[in-house]
């Protein structure tokens, strides 16, 4: 009798210990339900979703070890697993991205990227995952709006969803992620203006938005984010003024603009400032080029072509630490372009399509 009584406790214990080392039911079924709204023909990724544990060797599952719930989903349809090098090939992947997700109340990280074909929209409830960190999205066809509540996600760090078919306007709600650091909007179909909030983003290092539709004035409340370093607003349909500003940020290292409606004169700010890569071209920006070059200006890429710009080139351009690449071509510049020894590499396209500029590497001026 005593020996039943043993093994029936043992038995308890190894069924107890079972189920604390194994994630939830509620979970698990989670994951099914989202697995079954999506199609992957060519790698079979999903075949290791098998058993009741998903924590154990579920392909792209990640559980914490203390809780066992599910605190990352990483698929991504361009890797260097395994899985992929076996295929000769990158991943491709149809259908939608369940609301079932969102019953993943411990979900740190969502990477669902690079799989072309998933379509539907963004769920909205994926507001409600507190403890969201990463929402990784890009490389897709994923379309409608991004979730107009997506500010209640107080940890985000990072929001990609570029490289989609989204639509609709920049929410006002995403100013209250007060933890991002990376948003990545780029390629899609936003429209609307930014809104004036952005600036309380005050951890935000890079804001890329190119690639869409936005229009309206560039907000000067971009110049409180302190810690930005890289803006991308390129190929929109911005208009008036550059904000003298944003020569003023105390790390932004690229500026890309080009490609918008922008007009009025070139803030002087940019041209003496910490901006390494600044390009404007493509716009309507009129009046001439600041003569505030120094040694504090270092410029990678230098790209003002194709705007209004008349004048000369200032001869203080001489001055500046160092230009790699310079374009001025497409205005309507005149006189001699300044003698500077970073100037020797340059071609004579970077000068091209002005009314009167002279001097090497155009012309000889008479």
Not at 125 to 146: A, M, P, T, V, Y
Not at 332 to 340: E, K, R
Not at 343 to 349: G, P
């Amino acid at each position: 009798m005593g020996t039943f009584v043993w093994v029936i406790g043992a038995a308890l214990l190894l069924s107890v210990g079972v189920t604390v080392n194994a994630c939830p039911p509620s979970d698990r079924a989670a994951l099914l339900a989202f697995k079954a709204g999506l199609h992957e023909p060519y790698l079979g990724i999903f075949k290791s979703w098998t058993g009741n544990d998903c924590c154990n060797k579920w392909y792209g599952v990640t559980c914490d070890p203390t809780t066992k719930r599910v605190a990352d989903i990483n698929l991504r349809g361009e890797s260097e697993d395994l899985v992929f090098q076996k295929a000769h090939r990158t991943g491709y992947m149809t259908g939608t991205i369940s609301p079932a997700i969102c019953k993943l109340a411990r979900l740190s990280s969502v990477i669902i990227a690079d799989w072309k074909g998933i379509s539907g929209t963004i769920p909205p409830c994926i507001s409600s995952l507190s403890f969201l960190r990463i929402l990784d999205l890009i490389g897709n066809q994923i379309s409608g709006e991004i979730p107009s509540d997506i500010g209640k996600l107080r940890h985000l760090t990072v929001l990609n969803v570029a490289d989609n078919k989204l639509t609709g306007r920049i929410p006002r709600s995403l100013a209250d992620l007060s933890s991002l650091k990376h948003l990545d909007l780029r390629n899609n179909l936003i429209s609307g203006t930014i809104p004036r909030n952005i600036g309380k983003l005050r951890m935000l290092s890079r804001a890329l938005l190119s690639g869409n539709r936005i229009y309206g004035p560039i907000p000067e409340t971009i110049s409180y984010i302190y810690r930005l370093s890289d803006l991308d607003l390129s190929l929109n349909r911005f208009s008036g003024q550059i904000p003298d500003s944003l020569g003023k940020m105390a790390v932004l290292g690229t500026l890309n603009l080009d490609g918008n409606m922008l007009s009025g004169k070139l803030p002087a700010t940019l041209l003496n400032s910490r901006i390494s890569i600044l390009n404007l071209s493509r716009n309507a920006i009129e009046g001439s080029i600041p003569d505030v070059f120094g040694p504090r200006s270092y410029f990678m890429i230098l790209d003002l072509s194709y705007n209004k710009l008349k004048g000369s080139i200032p001869k203080s351009i001489s001055s500046a630490s160092f230009i790699g690449h310079l374009d001025v071509s497409h205005n309507h510049l005149c006189g001699q372009i300044p003698a500077a020894t970073w100037f020797e590499h340059l071609e004579a396209s970077s000068f091209s399509y002005n009314d009167c500029l002279c001097g090497k590497p155009l012309k000889a001026c008479l």
